[in-house]
T-cell receptor, first 116, second 113 residues
């Protein structure tokens, strides 16, 4: 069965610092990967997605993620964090076949705190 | 386009009560789903639907019922609420079942006492 692991439950960075949120997945075939962000009291907003092609994908709000098949990872990065980036971030993989076709599996989430 | 809407935003129930969480989308999406979000567990799939009249169970379906009589609406029913169902519930939709972006509603925060 597919699974997603976000090793860091909570990360704190200073405003202006760089950020990397880790995501590891377990999936038998080519994964379709997503990063979502959830601001407090809000729904989930898609930051970026990887389906195929260039392994470095650009998203909204200055975020990017790199797919590394050899490491089963899809880490999210941002070169300079803004206070408004404080939120919870979810990595997810979608099942592209079989009986769970279209099923989205989420990681546990990483809470980002930004210090001024 | 309102996107995915959910009502109510907040609800408090007593154990044993029943209620329906409403979800609607105006994007003509075929695929709709319900998730619950609990601290440290991410989002878990409760039920989903690939089109009007077709529903199926997800990862944590017990205690919940769904139906899909129209493309637009996908209500989630709690038959007899239990404290373990205290959670935040999200409805999502996408163009079709498959590798498509899912759009999420704002959520319903449910407390069962």
């Amino acid at each position: 069965a597919q699974s997603v692991t976000q090793p860091d439950i909570h990360i704190t960075v200073s405003e202006g610092a760089s950020l990397e949120l880790r995501c590891n997945y377990s999936y038998g075939a080519t994964p379709y990967l997503f990063w979502y962000v959830q601001s407090p009291g809000q729904g989930l907003q898609l930051l970026l997605k990887y389906f195929s092609g260039d392994t470095l994908v650009q998203g909204i709000k200055g975020f990017e993620a790199e797919f590394k098949r050899s490491q089963s990872s899809f880490n999210l990065r941002k070169p300079s964090v803004h206070w408004s980036d404080a939120a919870e971030y979810f990595c997810a993989v979608i099942n592209a076949g079989g009986t769970s076709y279209g099923k989205l599996t989420f990681g546990q989430g990483t809470i980002l705190t930004v210090h001024p | 386009n309102a996107g995915v809407t959910q009502t109510p935003k907040f609800q408090v129930l007593k154990t044993g009560q029943s209620m329906t969480l409403q979800c609607a989308q105006d994007m003509n999406h075929e695929y709709m789903s319900w998730y619950r979000q609990d601290p440290g567990m991410g989002l878990r799939l409760i039920h989903y639907s690939v089109g009007a009249g077709i529903t199926d169970q997800g990862e944590v379906p017990n205690g919940y019922n769904v139906s899909r009589s129209t493309t637009e609406d996908f209500p989630l029913r709690l038959l007899s609420a239990a404290p373990s169902q205290t959670s935040v519930y999200f409805c999502a939709s996408s163009y079709q079942q498959g590798t498509y972006e899912q759009y999420f509603g704002p959520g319903t925060r449910l407390t069962v006492t």
